[in-house]
């Protein structure tokens, strides 16, 4: 099993940054590929990025320019370096491990109950105008 923990959510103003971290302690992402989603109230769990153990990169749409996806030197941490945030962007961020295949861009249900990969307990993102 794997163990993933998000850190970095807080509240920006518009335009601001953050830098999200999915890390899974006492282990490196050298046999998954991860993925970053999102969920805000009512909406549903949406892809936002993902890399492969190979440093293979993909992004959504509407952060394509704003985000980057990327691993630490170490590979035991994944980072999305979120900048020029919107409110569009308001939402809970989650990391997921799984195969590269396995990340659907959009889910119905709640992010953590989806029926692929490994989660973690996701961090809050909040941007106001």
């Known amino acids: 099993e794997v163990r993933l923990v998000e850190s970095g959510g807080g509240s920006v103003q518009t335009g601001g940054s953050l830098r999200l971290s999915c890390s899974t302690p006492g282990a490196t992402f050298d046999d998954s590929d991860i993925a970053w989603y999102r969920q805000a109230s009512g909406n549903e769990c949406e892809l936002v990025s993902s890399?492969?153990?190979?440093?293979?990169?993909n992004y959504a749409d509407s952060v394509k320019g704003r985000f980057t996806i990327s691993y630490a030197n170490a590979k035991n941490t994944v980072y999305l370096q979120m900048n020029n945030l919107k409110p569009d962007d308001t939402a809970v961020y989650y990391c997921?491990?799984?195969?590269?295949?396995?990340?659907?861009?959009?889910?119905?249900?709640?992010?953590?109950?989806?029926?692929?990969?490994?989660w973690g307990q996701g961090t809050q993102v909040t941007v106001s105008s």
């Open positions: 997921a491990a799984d195969d590269i295949e396995s990340f659907v861009s959009r889910y119905g249900g709640s992010c953590p109950e989806a029926l692929f990969g490994y």
């Open positions: 890399i492969t153990s190979e440093g293979s990169t």
